[in-house]
């Protein structure tokens, strides 16, 4: 496997992270919103790769 394969979610996961918390900061109205969408997808994934599943 390549390095990007390897590391290519968690960098657009933060990529995005980092897009939400840089927006909430600076701009307010739309702003808002895509703060609000940014910070919300991470959290998301976070909490469904915590989900117990049923062994295989």
Known sequence: MSLWQIFRW??????????????????????DAVAAIGL???TLISAWALLPRAPR
């Open 10 to 31: 968690p960098f657009l996961i933060g990529l995005l992270s980092l897009t939400g918390l840089i927006t909430g900061l600076v701009s307010d109205d739309w702003g």
């Open 40 to 42: 919300g997808i991470p």
